[in-house]
Structures are given as C-alpha cells and as structure tokens.
C-alpha cells in the first residue's frame, strides 16, 4: 500500500517536473524498494527490540521478586543471627556461670579435703593419746588390781569375819568398816575391836605410799537423840568427827603422814541401803576409806 502511495507520488512529481528519463525514474523506484525494504527491517528490528524490551522487563520483575526473596530472607538471616548470637550470649553467660560454680565447687572440694587431712591428722593423734591412755589406764587397772589382791590376802580374816569389804569399782579401790566394830551408838571414840581392825587396815595401807586415803563418815537417816544434841546437832556433825578420830588413829597410831589423809563426813545422803530397815541402816552407818592417787608437794613448798 506504501509502496503504491510512493510509486504514485513519484509519477505525479514526474508530470509535474516535465519530462524524466526513463532510467531516472527506474532508479527511483528501486530506491523506493530499498527505502521499504529498509522501514520493513526496522520495524521488524523494532519489533524485535520491543520484543527484547519486554523481555528484559520480565526479566527484571523476576529479578526484582528473587530480589525482595532474597531481601526478606536476609532479613530472616539477620534476626535469626542476632538471636544466635544473643543464645551465644547467653550460653557463654551460662557456661561462665557453670565454671565459676565448677571452680568453686573445685574450691569446696578442696578445702573439704584439706579439713578431711586435719580431721584425719587429728582422729590419728586422738587415736595414738587414746592408745596411750588405754595402755596406761590398763597399766593402772592392773596396778589397783595388785593392790586390790594384796588388800584381800592382808585382810583376809578381817573380811572373813565381816569387819570390813574392800571394792574395787572401775578402778576406784574402797574399804569399808561398819561403825557397830568402830563406835559405840552416839560415839566417836573407837572400841577396841575396832582400833585392831584399824591397826591392820593401816599396816597394809602404809605399804602404799603413793595413795592417798580419803575417810568418809556416813550415818543413817535417824536424827540425832536428845542427849547427844549439845554435842552433835545434826548427823553432819556426828558423820564428821567420826571420820576425824579415824583420821587421828591412822597418823598417831598407825603413823600414816597426815598429808596422805583427809576427813569428811556426808552425814545421811549417800545411802549404800535402805533406812527403811534395821539391817540398811546398820549399812548406811560407816567409814568408807577411798585409796585415790596421792600427789606429793612441789620441792620447796609449804
């Protein structure tokens, strides 16, 4: 149709300009060809750009969405690595936390151990005192059953004929004298059956000079008669100066050194009966004589 509209135009210039060769004009209409020829391979080239065009605009929509993909998911990527790095955080916070109490469980341990050491230093060295107080207390057994034995072969008939006991209670060696052989009721002079006893008794004791003898006087629970009132209010009184002729008679007689020897008396409450009979009382009323360890005064004491 263009091609046409040029042929003509072409023609209608020819009338107008006069008389045209007729290679001039063929001429023309080639150039008319080619010109077409040429609009056609630009449209088609058009085409193809638009073509082109179109398809880089899709290409660029794709991208533009991979792009926001690829945006968002950064973004993902972000956050997930902030909160990774704030667990990081925090488990590096947990894992200081769980060293500082490793080391001061560490510390504990170490401080338990070295308390284990002293407290096993110190069992052994109660262990080794408690070796050496048993063998010395075993020597002392041993020791008071000696004398215990030499007590008994020495008294023998004494014992025999009930004037007097020996006990020997956890090592503590004891005699005990009934006040029917020492003193008359109400009394604190001994009788002489009583002195005899006594006499024998203090023999054998001065045969231990490293015991200390310790006289107790010890009445029942009657109290005191009218008549003896005056001189003896009460049974401490009684208890006492019966445990101090006792004294008397061990050191003057006897000759016991007087600082091995000590009065006492606890009047009625120490029973060894009941004082509800004749028989407890006649128990209750006695001289106790304790043998305890004697200890001699420093050098250059009074």
Same mark, same amino acid.
């Given at each position: 149709?263009?091609?046409?509209?040029? &042929?003509? =135009?072409?023609? =209608? &210039?020819?009338?107008?300009?006069?008389?045209?060769?007729?290679?001039?004009?063929?001429?023309?209409? !080639? /150039?008319?060809?080619?010109?077409?020829?040429? %609009?056609?391979?630009?449209?088609?080239? !058009?085409?193809?750009?638009?073509?082109?065009?179109?398809?880089?605009?899709?290409?660029?929509?794709?991208?533009?969405?991979?792009?926001?993909?690829?945006?968002?998911?950064?973004?993902?990527?972000?956050?997930?690595?902030?909160?990774?790095?704030? *667990?990081? /955080? +925090?488990? /590096?916070?947990?894992?200081?936390?769980?060293?500082?109490?490793?080391?001061?469980?560490?510390?504990?341990?170490?401080?338990?151990?070295?308390?284990?050491?002293?407290?096993?230093? $110190?069992?052994?060295?109660?262990?080794? *005192?408690?070796?050496?107080?048993?063998?010395?207390?075993?020597?002392?057994?041993?020791?008071?059953?000696?004398?215990?034995?030499?007590?008994?072969?020495?008294?023998?008939?004494?014992?025999?004929?009930?004037?007097? $006991?020996?006990?020997?209670?956890?090592?503590?060696?004891?005699?005990?004298? =009934?006040?029917? &052989?020492?003193?008359?009721?109400?009394?604190?002079?001994?009788?002489?059956?009583?002195?005899?006893?006594?006499?024998?008794?203090?023999? %054998?004791?001065?045969?231990?000079?490293?015991?200390?003898?310790?006289?107790?006087?010890?009445?029942?629970? %009657?109290? &005191?008669?009218?008549?003896? @009132?005056? @001189?003896?209010? $009460?049974?401490? /009184?009684?208890?006492?100066?019966?445990?101090?002729?006792?004294?008397?008679?061990?050191?003057?007689? %006897?000759?016991?050194?007087?600082? +091995?020897?000590?009065?006492?008396?606890?009047?009625?409450? +120490?029973?060894?009966?009941?004082n509800e009979t004749p028989e407890g009382r006649a128990q209750n009323r006695r001289i106790q004589i304790l043998l305890v360890p004697y200890k001699e005064k420093p050098a250059g004491s009074e």
């Amino acid at each position: 149709m263009k091609r046409v509209y040029l &042929i003509s =135009l072409l023609g =209608l &210039i020819l009338l107008l300009t006069g008389c045209v060769s007729k290679n001039t004009y063929q001429q023309k209409v !080639n /150039e008319a060809d080619l010109l077409t020829q040429d %609009v056609g391979d630009l449209k088609a080239a !058009n085409q193809t750009l638009r073509d082109e065009k179109t398809q880089l605009q899709d290409d660029l929509s794709a991208l533009n969405a991979r792009l926001v993909d690829v945006l968002k998911q950064n973004s993902k990527l972000q956050r997930d690595l902030l909160a990774a790095g704030a *667990a990081q /955080e +925090r488990q /590096e916070d947990n894992l200081t936390q769980r060293q500082q109490k490793i080391e001061a469980m560490r510390q504990q341990l170490d401080d338990m151990q070295q308390t284990n050491d002293s407290l096993l230093a $110190t069992i052994q060295d109660l262990n080794r *005192a408690l070796e050496k107080e048993k063998i010395a207390r075993e020597a002392r057994l041993a020791k008071v059953k000696n004398t215990y034995d030499q007590l008994v072969g020495a008294l023998e008939q004494e014992i025999k004929r009930g004037e007097l $006991t020996i006990s020997n209670l956890e090592g503590q060696l004891s005699v005990n004298l =009934l006040n029917q &052989i020492l003193f008359d009721s109400g009394e604190t002079s001994i009788k002489p059956e009583g002195k005899k006893v006594l006499k024998s008794l203090g023999d %054998v004791l001065n045969k231990f000079p490293d015991k200390a003898l310790q006289i107790e006087g010890h009445t029942d629970n %009657v109290q &005191i008669s009218s008549r003896l @009132k005056e @001189k003896y209010p $009460t049974n401490w /009184e009684l208890s006492t100066a019966r445990a101090t002729s006792v004294v008397h008679f061990l050191q003057d007689v %006897v000759g016991l050194p007087g600082d +091995r020897l000590v009065a006492s008396g606890y009047s009625q409450y +120490r029973p060894v009966a009941d004082n509800e009979t004749p028989e407890g009382r006649a128990q209750n009323r006695r001289i106790q004589i304790l043998l305890v360890p004697y200890k001699e005064k420093p050098a250059g004491s009074e």
